[in-house]
């Protein structure tokens, strides 16, 4: 016959085992209760024969930049503009601006193409314009730099109001945003090299900036940035002060059947020539134009170092020469 003791203990086990069994009970409710949600809120499943769409990335080319068009931010930007970029440039690289004068405030678009030697460019540019036109100017910038990662995207967005553009091959979606943009009325500051100098020499003008021209109808604004390689040069971390030159050609439009490769050679033309100004003068700039010998913003050097070490050479000869004006 069992003690009281073995009883006990028998019952407790009993108890134990009762208990164990209402917790996996209701394990299982909770898992068929957690899946009968989760069926309803899920994403649906794609059956095994169906090829599932591929995943569109939200950076680079594909990312939104609409917010940062919107009343609030285009507030908030010019509060940083105003208030801080502009009086930085001013004291960072002090610019002379020459030629603002060819622009009628009137009668936007522009669309602004200038040389590019640093990150500086782009600032300094939209600190430079009429504030009836840098207001609602926006800037074309490298997708594969500007916008590889979210808080470098949300800065040149927010800040810059930098929409993507794919620099290394034709890309209908940054091509489409940026006409949509013009075509609405937006100014568009874009730098037809595809990027910084990387020896001080120019490259070769790319097309879109001379396709976007001839299917909108929008004129060409030449633009030449004089030293702001100095000041932070590629590839450099070291910001220095000193004073820069931003210089407005008149605007250009495509003539009848010139196609977006000639129009580009032309635009590069223009800028050479506001160079030319730069590092000479004027009235040698107006007849290089005329003679067709404008030197060009490329050099046929193929040494890096000499190419680098010409480009600042003969900008400081150009400076020294001494230029007869004619016998009026």
């Known amino acids: 016959m069992p003690t009281s003791k073995s009883y006990k203990i028998e ?3 009993s108890k134990l085992s009762k208990a ?3 917790i996996k009970i209701g394990q299982y409710k909770l898992k ?3 899946k009968l949600s989760g069926f309803i809120f899920d994403k649906p499943t794609y059956p095994s024969s169906i090829e599932r769409p591929i995943p569109r990335p939200k950076l680079g080319v594909n990312y939104q930049t609409h917010w940062a068009r919107k009343p609030l931010v285009r507030a908030v930007r010019s509060v940083v503009r105003e208030g801080i970029a502009r009086p930085f440039f001013a004291a960072v690289a002090a610019p002379e601006i020459v030629g603002l004068k060819s622009l009628n405030l009137e009668n936007p678009p522009y669309i ?3 040389n590019h030697a640093s990150h500086l460019d782009t600032g300094l540019l939209l600190s430079t314009l009429p504030y009836q036109i840098r207001r609602k100017t926006v800037a074309a910038a490298a997708a594969d730099y500007f916008f590889d990662t979210q808080p470098k995207a949300l800065l040149a967005a927010g800040i810059l109001n930098a929409i993507p553009l794919e620099r290394i091959k034709v890309n209908r979606t940054s091509a489409k945003l940026a006409q949509d943009l013009v075509e609405d009325g937006w100014n568009l500051v874009i730098f037809p090299e595809g990027g910084r100098t990387p020896d001080g020499w120019g490259q070769p003008f790319k097309g879109g900036a001379a396709y976007l021209s001839i299917r909108t ?3 060409i604004v030449p633009v030449y940035i004089h030293n702001t390689r100095v000041l932070l040069k590629k590839g450099s971390k070291k ?3 000193g004073a820069t030159k931003v210089v ?3 605007p250009i439009l495509a003539a009848d059947g010139e196609d977006a490769r000639k129009y580009a050679i032309r635009i590069e033309q223009e800028v050479a020539a506001l160079k030319n100004e730069v590092d000479r003068n ?3 700039s107006l007849l290089d134009k005329h003679n067709l010998t404008t030197p060009r913003l490329q050099s046929d050097l193929k040494s890096k170092w000499l190419r680098s070490w010409t480009a600042e050479t003969t900008a400081k000869a150009d400076k020294k020469e001494v230029v007869k004006w004619p016998k009026l």
């Open 32 to 34: 068929s209760r957690s």
């Open 11 to 13: 019952n407790y086990d």
């Open 239 to 241: 910001l220095t002060t």
């Open 282 to 284: 004027y009235y040698v």
């Open 248 to 250: 407005f050609g008149n």
């Open 217 to 219: 109808g929008v004129p």
């Open 112 to 114: 602004f193409t200038a």
């Open 20 to 22: 164990k069994l209402l």
